[in-house]
């Protein structure tokens, strides 16, 4: 299967952890990723883990994965302003395709 | 180093009109994608060239929409006739290799299609 799912919306206060999470179904998935989307722009990279870790720390990000439950979370500590976009989970499939979910917004209130 | 650029930014046209939209890949990319991204979605893989020949279009809808890669650098998707269900953001990514490269997008380019 190809489907990867997020929640929609995620509203955090500057300064606290926001946590997003995403399903996926392939459980072959030998690499999965968090994009960011800021508005009028494409999507930039921002950590990927590899199928046969449980988490990677990198500065105010934490990925953990769920391999057993197909699940995959993005913690943002300390969040900014800057944080405030679209973020998208997607997974790369046996054929190198990635497919990506539809997306979480993030909006940062001061 | 140049990220990958795409042009034009936006464009309005109308239903039954044809439309072109060009990508420029970072320098030495050997890998490029174009994506359809439809409001509140996530981008969908259209094709996927490896120099100028096509390693994936099964999801290109290949009876209006079309797309080369003539020299193995520049590419160009065309969109004929347009539907108003094309109206999306198509983006355009590109990667060192094929296997185990991140894909680097461009800004993307906003069709509208009334």
């Known amino acids: 299967g190809e489907d990867v799912e997020q929640s929609l919306f995620l509203s955090v206060r500057e300064g606290d952890s926001s946590v997003i999470n995403c399903t996926y179904t392939?459980?072959?998935?030998?690499?999965l990723y968090w994009y960011k989307q800021e508005p009028g722009a494409g999507l930039q990279l921002l950590t990927y883990?590899?199928?046969?870790?449980d988490m990677k720390q990198d500065q105010r990000l934490t990925v953990l994965l769920n391999k057993k439950d197909k699940h995959l979370s993005l913690r943002i500590a300390d969040t900014q302003t800057g944080d405030s976009a679209i973020y998208f989970c997607?997974?790369?499939?046996?054929?190198?395709?990635?497919?990506f979910g539809a997306g979480t917004t993030v909006t940062v209130r001061a | 180093e140049a990220g990958v650029a795409q042009s034009p930014r936006y464009k309005i046209i109308e239903k039954r009109q044809s439309v072109a939209f060009w990508c420029n890949p970072i320098?030495?990319?050997?890998?490029l994608y174009w994506y359809q991204q439809i409001l509140g979605q996530g981008p969908k893989l259209l094709i996927q060239f490896q120099n100028n020949g096509v390693v994936d279009d099964s999801q290109l809808p290949k009876d209006r929409f079309s797309a080369e890669r003539l020299k193995g650098v520049d590419s160009t998707l065309k969109i004929q006739p347009a539907k108003l269900e094309d109206s999306a953001v198509y983006l355009c990514?590109?990667?060192?290799?094929?296997?185990?490269?991140?894909?680097?997008f461009g800004p993307g380019t906003r069709l509208t299609v009334l």
């Open positions: 320098s030495g990319h050997a890998t």
């Open positions: 392939d459980s072959s998935s030998t690499y």
């Open positions: 997607a997974e790369r499939l046996n054929d190198y395709k990635l497919s």
């Open positions: 883990i590899f199928s046969n870790m």
């Open positions: 990514a590109s990667s060192l290799a094929l296997v185990g490269y991140e894909q680097f």
